[in-house]
């Protein structure tokens, strides 16, 4: 199994509402990111979790909320997005290593209204 | 710091014709090389990798690369495009530090 699941697909969700994407491997990799990627432009790094912890914070706004539960699932908490918050989501995981590469969901398509 | 360049935004190419997209990198310690392909409304499949060993790797669909140390870069190959080439085509880098970053991306239009 290579695949990394995530869900929804698609969300629509208003200013004030709070709500959260989800993303699943069973390829046991205890890396785990979020990419925020606009149209026409390359998927840029938000936060990236290693052995289940924190690693890297890109200096996301705190409207965005990560959370990895266990080595299978990362989560991401959204609050009080704003519209230019509409874009792709990415969630990719790998190896702890360097040396390997990150394989990619499908992402969640977030429209901010 | 680690940064991609891809000098190319779009590269329009007929169908059965040969094509190169240009990756160029710059860093300070070593780094791990890829190619990945978006399709419209898709996530990223990775096309090839470098990793160590041999300058030229092949990867899926034809593609192939080769990671040239010197001249910091990491061009990518294929000699007869099809129709379903067509795609937005990343090169990214990754560090020991875990971090992946992605070069601006070159849109590959194969005409008929």
């Known amino acids: 199994d290579t695949e990394v699941t995530q869900t929804p697909k698609h969300l629509v969700m208003g200013m004030t509402n709070k709500k959260s994407l989800k993303c699943e491997q069973h390829?046991?990799?205890?890396?785990m990111y979020w990419y925020k990627q606009k149209a026409k432009k390359p998927p840029e790094l938000m936060f990236v979790?290693?052995?289940?912890?924190?690693?890297i914070n890109e200096s996301v706004p705190s409207r965005f909320s990560p959370e990895c539960p266990n080595s299978s699932l990362l989560n991401l908490h959204l609050h009080a997005l704003q519209p230019e918050d509409s874009a792709l989501y990415l969630c990719?995981?790998?190896?702890?290593?360097?040396?390997?590469?990150?394989?990619f969901g499908q992402g969640t398509r977030l429209t901010v209204v | 710091a680690q940064s991609v360049t891809q000098l190319d935004s779009q590269v329009p190419v007929f169908e059965e014709a040969p094509v190169e997209l240009r990756c160029n990198y710059s860093?300070?310690?070593?780094?791990?090389l890829f190619w990945y392909v978006q399709y419209p409304n898709q996530g990223l499949q990775l096309l090839l990798k470098?990793?160590?060993?041999?300058?030229l790797v092949k990867g899926i669909n034809g593609f192939e690369a080769e990671f040239n140390k010197s001249q910091t870069s990491f061009h990518l190959r294929k000699p007869s495009v099809h129709i379903s080439d067509t795609a937005e085509y990343f090169c990214?880098?990754?560090?020991?530090?875990?971090?992946?970053?992605f070069g601006p991306g070159t849109s590959l239009s194969v005409i008929p």
């Open positions: 390829m046991g990799h205890r890396a």
């Open positions: 990214a880098v990754k560090t020991s530090y875990d971090k992946v970053i």
């Open positions: 979790y290693s052995y289940e912890k924190l690693s």
């Open positions: 470098y990793l160590s060993g041999s300058t």
């Open positions: 860093s300070s310690v070593s780094v791990y």
């Open positions: 990719a995981s790998s190896q702890v290593t360097g040396n390997t590469e990150a394989f």
